[in-house]
C-alpha cells in the first residue's frame, strides 16, 4: 500500500528491531526508505512545537503546498506519537487543520498536513488595532473554534493546548485549531489525572486536583483566550507564581470597553468550579455568539467530480483500485493524500461532467469555507495551494514561527535541506 510503485510488507520486526520497510509503531502509513523526499520538496523551516519541527514542503505530483511535522522516534514516545496520529486520523472538520498522509522511517514520522495560509490568533491579535479585536471579528473567529472545539468533544477527544498559538486564522479570516500533540481521549463523566498545556491556560482544578474531567479544561482555556481576544491582554498572567495564585482566586477585572455580553460570558466560562462551567453546546447558545450566523455546511463533492480526480490520478500513474481502498481503510498515505489534495483543487470551479474522459486542468487554492464536513464513509478534503516558487506567509501549529511572508510575491525557488 501506499506510494505508487512502492509496495510494502505488513509491519514486522525483526530481532526487535524493525524490518526494513516495515512500520515500527504499526502505523497504517506511508512506510518509505526515502522518508519526506520520496514525494515532499521542503521549502522552509516554519516553526518549532512541544514534540517535533514543522516544514513547509511543496506535494511533487500536484504542487500544493503543505505542513509537515516532524518526529523522532528517539525523542518523542512511542505512546506520543501513536496517540497524535490516532487522533488526528479520527478529525475530520472544517476547523480543525486536516491530517493527509503519515510517513515513517526507521528513525522518523512526519506528518503531513493542510498548510493554513495566514497567520495564528496570537499575531492576528497583535497586529489589530489597540492590539486587541473588534467583538465583532471576536465573535466570527470564536464561533469557528467554539465550533471545532465542540465537533472534538463530541468524537470523545480534548485538545490540552487551546491558546492563540495553536488558532490559525486564514486568508478568509476563519479560523483552524491545530497541533493535537498534547491531546487526550476521554469517555463520558471520566476523571483523568493529567493533560498537558501551557500553565497560562491552566484551569483552577488542574493546578489544585490530582483528578478532574477533562473537557472544562478547554472550555477554561477558551474563556481565557476569549479574553485576549477582546481585551488585548492575559486576565491572569504575571509571572509563574503569581499566575498560579491568580488562576486559583479567580478574580478577572474588565476594561469598560468590554460589552456586557461578552463580560457575562467570560465570566460564566471563567468559573473556578468546573460543574458549573458551560458546556460548549451552552457557549454557542449564549446570545453574544447569536448575531453570528453559522456557516451552512457545503455541499458534498458531486460523483462527476470525484471520478475526474480517479481519472486524474491513473493519469498520474496511480491504481485507481488502490487509491479507492486507501480512502475506504482512511490508510492516511501518499494515494489518499494525492486525493485529497486534488479534491481540495476542484472545489474552486466546476468540473465538467466530461473530465472524466478528458485532462482536467485543476484550479486554484480552495477557500476552507468551502471544506465539508466528512461523511461517515470518506475523509474530508483540505484546501492547499498550487503554487511552486511561491513563499507564502503563515503559521502552522509551533512555537517561535517565523514572521509571515507577502504571498504575492513570487520569489526563485528556494533549495532547502531535508528533515
Not at 99 to 112: G, N, Q
Not at 202 to 213: D, G, N, Q, T
Request: net charge positive; with cysteine.
Amino acid at each position: 500500500m501506499g506510494s505508487i510503485g512502492n509496495h510494502y510488507p505488513v509491519p514486522s520486526r525483526v530481532h526487535g528491531k524493525c524490518s526494513e520497510g516495515a512500520s515500527c509503531l504499526g502505523l497504517t502509513t506511508s512506510v518509505s526508505r526515502r522518508g519526506l523526499r520520496e514525494h515532499y520538496s521542503v521549502v522552509r523551516f516554519i516553526g518549532k512545537g512541544g514534540f517535533g519541527k514543522v516544514f513547509l514542503a511543496q506535494h511533487c505530483a500536484t504542487g500544493m503546498q503543505v505542513a509537515v511535522k516532524k518526529l523522532t522516534k528517539a525523542r518523542a514516545r512511542k505512546g506520543s506519537i501513536m496517540s497524535e496520529v490516532g487522533l488526528l486520523k479520527d478529525l475530520q472538520h472544517p476547523n480543525i487543520t486536516q491530517l493527509l498522509e503519515v510517513i515513517e522511517t526507521r528513525h522518523r514520522v512526519y506528518l503531513v498536513l493542510e498548510y493554513v495560509y495566514g497567520v495564528n490568533l496570537r499575531k492576528e491579535i497583535c497586529r489589530s488595532k489597540k492590539n486587541r479585536l473588534w467583538e465583532k471579528e471576536a465573535q466570527r473567529i470564536f464561533r469557528d473554534v467554539l465550533a471545532a472545539v465542540d465537533y472534538c468533544h463530541r468524537q470523545g477527544i480534548v485538545h490540552g493546548d487551546l491558546k492563540p498559538e495553536n488558532v490559525l486564522i486564514n486568508t478568509e479570516g476563519r479560523a483552524k485549531i491545530c497541533d493535537f500533540g498534547l491531546g487526550i481521549r476521554f469517555l463520558p463523566g471520566q476523571e483523568v489525572t493529567a493533560v498537558g498545556g501551557t500553565l497560562a491556560y491552566y484551569a483552577p482544578e488542574r493546578l489544585s486536583c490530582r483528578r478532574y474531567e477533562a473537557p472544562p479544561l478547554d472550555v477554561w482555556a477558551l474563556g481565557v483566550t476569549l479574553y485576549e481576544m477582546v481585551v488585548g491582554d492575559h486576565p491572569f498572567y504575571q509571572g509563574e507564581s503569581e499566575t498560579i495564585r491568580n488562576i486559583l482566586r479567580g478574580r478577572v477585572s474588565y476594561p469598560c470597553f468590554v460589552s456586557c455580553k461578552v463580560k457575562h460570558l467570560i465570566s460564566n466560562i471563567l468559573s473556578r468550579d468546573p460543574t458549573r462551567r458551560p458546556t460548549l453546546q451552552e457557549v454557542l447558545k449564549h446570545r453574544w455568539l447569536q448575531s453570528v450566523r453559522p456557516p451552512s455546511p457545503p455541499e458534498p463533492l458531486p460523483v462527476p467530480t470525484k471520478r475526474a480526480i480517479l481519472s486524474r490520478m491513473a493519469g498520474m500513474g496511480f491504481n485507481v483500485l488502490t487509491v479507492m481502498d486507501s480512502l475506504r481503510r482512511k490508510d492516511y498515505n501518499h494515494n489518499m493524500a494525492t486525493f485529497l489534495l486534488l479534491q481540495s483543487q476542484a472545489l474552486q470551479g466546476p468540473v465538467h461532467e466530461a473530465a472524466e474522459e478528458t485532462p482536467w486542468p485543476l484550479a486554484g487554492p480552495a477557500p476552507s469555507a468551502l471544506i465539508p464536513w466528512r461523511r461517515a464513509s470518506e475523509p474530508a478534503p483540505c484546501p492547499g495551494r498550487s503554487c511552486p516558487s511561491v513563499k507564502p506567509g503563515g503559521e502552522q501549529g509551533g512555537r517561535g514561527s517565523q514572521p509571515p511572508v507577502t504571498i504575492r510575491r513570487t520569489p526563485p525557488p528556494v533549495v532547502s535541506p531535508q528533515p
